[in-house]
């Protein structure tokens, strides 16, 4: 079957009413039916409760605070690199964006305009720039890190659909990641700006940064921007800047001739928080 015909029934589907009913499901807390509930998760997916600060699972009040669990200290040494991978996942896509066109899967390219909601000044900063596009599945940990040093400047919510963002939906939907909701987080550092986007999912309750808290919901429908000129929220490399409640996809922007990538790095390639990204180039 054709990936255009497997996301078919994506279309069909209730996805923003599912979305709002698996958020307010995990953030019940229910007792033994949680328990059961994360027992069966973590069998399902492999989760390696292991490296988990707090490896007891019954001690999760809701599903939303097992899904969050932060990592035990020295779980994920920081490498020796300018850029570091900011989560545990996949690489989807990586590479050069082609003056403004990301490549997000055979046939399919979204631009960079479209990706930050429509900002086109924002978007030129990056033109033959390069980009990098990372799937986080059900069983990774779903807490999100600085890939460098940075200053954030704003912080865009830009509304959209809720598609899958699964590898299967990234080929067979056109400009996935510029349709769904996205959260869009612009920092200044060393290297120059850069932008790293949140982009939920069906059953994706919420995205909450460290500076703002639950970015959503409520989910109003339009673009909300909000602007950090005048505070000064510096992040350092490794720190925390986010998390998702249930899996989904990051996507970096960076300017040209800021980013050498990883030689090791390529499409479906597992990836774990904290490795080489890459380097400035020579």
């Given at each position: 079957m054709s990936d255009r015909l497997a996301v078919l029934p994506q279309y069909l589907l209730p996805?923003?009413?599912?979305?709002?009913?698996?958020?307010?499901?995990?953030?019940?807390?229910?007792?033994?039916?949680?328990?059961?509930?994360?027992?069966?998760?973590?069998?399902?997916?492999?989760?390696n409760m292991a490296e988990a600060a707090n490896p007891d699972i019954a001690s999760y009040?809701?599903?939303?605070?097992?899904?969050t669990r932060p990592l035990k200290d020295g779980a994920r040494p920081f490498a020796e690199a300018d850029f570091l991978c900011p989560v545990d996942g996949a690489i989807s896509q990586f590479g050069a964006i082609e003056r403004d066109q990301i490549f997000q899967a055979k046939g399919h390219r979204y631009s960079t305009t479209a990706l930050v909601g429509g900002d086109r000044k924002l978007a030129e900063q990056f033109e033959n720039g390069s980009f990098a596009t990372l799937y986080l599945s059900p069983r990774d940990y779903h807490r999100i890190h600085m890939?460098?040093?940075?200053?954030?400047?704003?912080?865009?919510?830009?509304?959209?659909?809720l598609f899958s963002v699964n590898p299967t939906t990234a080929r067979g939907v056109p400009g996935l990641f510029a349709r769904n909701e996205r959260v869009v987080c612009v920092f200044e550092s060393a290297f120059g700006p850069f932008v790293l986007t949140l982009v939920g999912a069906t059953i994706v309750g919420s995205m909450a940064t460290v500076w703002h808290g639950t970015v959503n919901p409520p989910r109003p429908g339009v673009v909300r921007e909000w602007r950090y000129d005048e505070q000064n929220i510096v992040l350092q490399k490794g720190d925390e800047m986010g998390r998702f409640l249930l899996g989904s996809t990051v996507v970096m922007l960076f300017p040209k001739d800021t980013l050498a990538f990883n030689p090791d790095w390529a499409p479906a390639r597992a990836l774990r928080m904290g490795e080489a990204m890459g380097a400035t180039p020579v």
């Amino acid at each position: 079957m054709s990936d255009r015909l497997a996301v078919l029934p994506q279309y069909l589907l209730p996805k923003q009413a599912l979305t709002v009913l698996a958020g307010k499901l995990a953030s019940k807390e229910a007792g033994n039916l949680t328990t059961s509930v994360i027992r069966w998760f973590v069998g399902r997916y492999n989760v390696n409760m292991a490296e988990a600060a707090n490896p007891d699972i019954a001690s999760y009040k809701s599903f939303n605070e097992f899904f969050t669990r932060p990592l035990k200290d020295g779980a994920r040494p920081f490498a020796e690199a300018d850029f570091l991978c900011p989560v545990d996942g996949a690489i989807s896509q990586f590479g050069a964006i082609e003056r403004d066109q990301i490549f997000q899967a055979k046939g399919h390219r979204y631009s960079t305009t479209a990706l930050v909601g429509g900002d086109r000044k924002l978007a030129e900063q990056f033109e033959n720039g390069s980009f990098a596009t990372l799937y986080l599945s059900p069983r990774d940990y779903h807490r999100i890190h600085m890939p460098c040093a940075g200053k954030l400047t704003r912080m865009i919510y830009v509304p959209g659909a809720l598609f899958s963002v699964n590898p299967t939906t990234a080929r067979g939907v056109p400009g996935l990641f510029a349709r769904n909701e996205r959260v869009v987080c612009v920092f200044e550092s060393a290297f120059g700006p850069f932008v790293l986007t949140l982009v939920g999912a069906t059953i994706v309750g919420s995205m909450a940064t460290v500076w703002h808290g639950t970015v959503n919901p409520p989910r109003p429908g339009v673009v909300r921007e909000w602007r950090y000129d005048e505070q000064n929220i510096v992040l350092q490399k490794g720190d925390e800047m986010g998390r998702f409640l249930l899996g989904s996809t990051v996507v970096m922007l960076f300017p040209k001739d800021t980013l050498a990538f990883n030689p090791d790095w390529a499409p479906a390639r597992a990836l774990r928080m904290g490795e080489a990204m890459g380097a400035t180039p020579v």
